[in-house]
C-alpha cells in the first residue's frame, strides 16, 4: 500500500527521530537502512500519500521530513508548506530528482530548509539532514553559487518568464510538457478541467504565447531540454 507507521513511541533520548515521505517503497527503504547507520538518527515513519503524510506527522511528530516533490497523491510544494504551517517544530529538507535550478528555490520560498538531488551521493544526503536539523539551510554548491550571483544581479534573464509563474503553474506547464491532455492534469492533481484551463490562458498570457499550440510546443520543448540536461519530470 505503500504507507506505513514505523514507531509511534520516541526513539531512545538523544536520537533525531525522521519521517520519509516519498512515493517509491524500494527509495524509502534504502533511505531508512541509510539513516538507520547512523548512531544519532532514526527513522520513525514514511508514506507516499499526501494526506496520510500529514496525518501520521501530526501522530509522530518527527524532527525533521524528508520529502519528495512527486508524490502518488499531492503536490510537494503544497505539502511542504502545510508541514511548515501545522507542525512548525518539523523541518523538511526536500529530495528530488526535479530540476534544482528552478525548484530549489522555491522549495526553500515553501518553508523547507534544503535541497538536495536524488543523484548526489549518500553521504551528501546525510549531511544535509545535519545541517537542517541544526537550523542552516542546504543547497548544492551550484545552487548557493546561483543564488549569490542572482541577488548580485549577476544573472541574465535566464528562466525570468518561468520563475514568474506560480508553483501550481508551473506543475501545470510541466504537465503539460508531458503530454498530458486538460482532462489527466485534472485528475493528476485533483482540480476541475475548468480550473486547468485557466491555468492554460494564465500561462499563454505570462508566457507570452498565442494559442494552445505555441503553448504545448513550448511545454513539451521545456521538458525535454530540462530531460537532456540531467533532470526528470518523474
Known amino acids: 500500500m505503500g504507507v506505513s507507521s514505523i514507531s509511534s513511541e520516541g526513539p531512545?533520548?538523544?536520537l533525531s527521530r525522521i519521517y520519509i515521505a516519498d512515493d517509491h517503497p524500494v527509495v524509502r527503504d534504502g533511505y531508512s537502512m541509510l539513516i538507520r547507520r547512523e548512531p544519532d538518527l532514526d527513522v520513525v515513519g514514511e508514506s507516499g500519500e499526501g494526506a496520510e503524510i500529514l496525518r501520521q506527522i501530526d501522530s509522530l511528530r518527527p524532527d525533521l521530513c524528508l520529502?519528495?516533490?512527486?508524490?502518488?497523491?499531492g503536490n510537494g510544494l503544497e505539502l511542504c508548506k502545510q508541514i511548515r504551517s501545522r507542525f512548525p517544530n518539523v523541518k523538511v529538507l526536500v529530495v528530488s530528482m526535479h530540476d534544482e535550478t528552478l525548484y530549489a528555490e522555491r522549495v526553500l520560498r515553501s518553508g523547507a530548509g534544503g535541497y538536495i538531488s536524488k543523484a548526489e551521493a549518500t553521504h551528501k544526503l546525510i549531511?544535509?539532514?545535519?545541517?537542517?536539523l541544526s537550523g542552516e539551510v542546504y543547497l548544492s554548491q551550484r545552487m548557493r553559487e546561483r543564488t549569490l550571483a542572482r541577488?548580485?544581479?549577476?544573472?541574465?534573464?535566464?528562466?525570468?518568464?518561468?520563475?514568474?509563474?506560480s508553483d501550481r503553474e508551473l506543475e501545470v506547464f510541466e504537465q503539460i510538457g508531458q503530454g498530458r491532455t486538460t482532462r489527466?492534469?485534472?485528475?493528476?492533481?485533483?482540480?476541475?478541467?475548468?480550473?486547468?484551463?485557466?491555468?492554460?490562458?494564465?500561462?499563454?498570457?505570462?508566457?507570452?504565447?498565442?494559442?494552445?499550440?505555441?503553448?504545448?510546443?513550448?511545454?513539451?520543448?521545456?521538458?525535454?531540454?530540462r530531460t537532456k540536461g540531467g533532470g526528470t519530470t518523474d
Open 67 to 73: 520529502l519528495d516533490l512527486s508524490l502518488k497523491s
Open 151 to 165: 541577488s548580485a544581479g549577476d544573472l541574465a534573464s535566464e528562466g525570468s518568464l518561468l520563475d514568474k509563474l
Open 184 to 225: 489527466e492534469i485534472a485528475e493528476k492533481l485533483n482540480l476541475s478541467p475548468k480550473t486547468i484551463e485557466s491555468y492554460r490562458e494564465n500561462l499563454k498570457a505570462k508566457l507570452n504565447l498565442a494559442n494552445s499550440t505555441e503553448l504545448t510546443r513550448h511545454a513539451v520543448h521545456w521538458v525535454l531540454e
Open 127 to 132: 549531511s544535509a539532514v545535519r545541517q537542517v
Open 12 to 14: 531512545a533520548n538523544g
